[in-house]
């Protein structure tokens, strides 16, 4: 059984930068694909990006691409998601989900096994 603690989230103007983590425990996270989904109030969950176990691959929504980074630390169990030139709309609960076979990336979150509880990102304009 894998637990996934998200930290990081809080208030930011529009334009500023956050970066979310996520701790997870178990021995066998380094095998496995992570992802960082998002959720607003009465919205349908949404795919942000994803990376393999290795961190050879990632890829991301195409809102934003070029703003945001994925990156993980196998060695300390650590997801994170480096979001740049925030804006409003960026506003949700995001969530950290991770899946057993890491060999591949999935942007739908019914091919994740594992998920944390979120954490808020509030953007002001």
């Known amino acids: 059984q894998v637990q996934l603690v998200e930290s990081g989230g809080g208030l930011v103007q529009a334009g500023g930068s956050l970066r979310l983590s996520c701790a997870a425990s178990?021995?066998?996270?380094?095998?496995?694909?992570m992802g960082w989904f998002r959720q607003a109030p009465g919205k349908e969950r949404e795919f942000v990006a994803t990376?393999?176990?290795?961190?050879?691959?990632?890829y991301y929504t195409d809102s934003v691409k070029g703003r945001f980074t994925i990156s993980r630390d196998n060695a300390k169990n650590m997801v994170y998601l480096q979001m740049n030139s925030l804006k409003p709309e960026d506003t949700d609960v995001y969530y950290c989900?991770?899946?057993?076979?890491?060999?591949?990336?999935?942007?739908?979150?019914?091919?994740?096994?594992?998920w944390g509880r979120g954490t808020q990102v509030t953007v002001s304009s």
């Open positions: 990376i393999i176990w290795s961190g050879g691959n990632t």
């Open positions: 989900a991770g899946r057993r076979d890491g060999g591949y990336y999935y942007t739908q979150g019914m091919k994740y096994d594992y």
């Open positions: 178990g021995r066998t996270f380094s095998s496995y694909a």
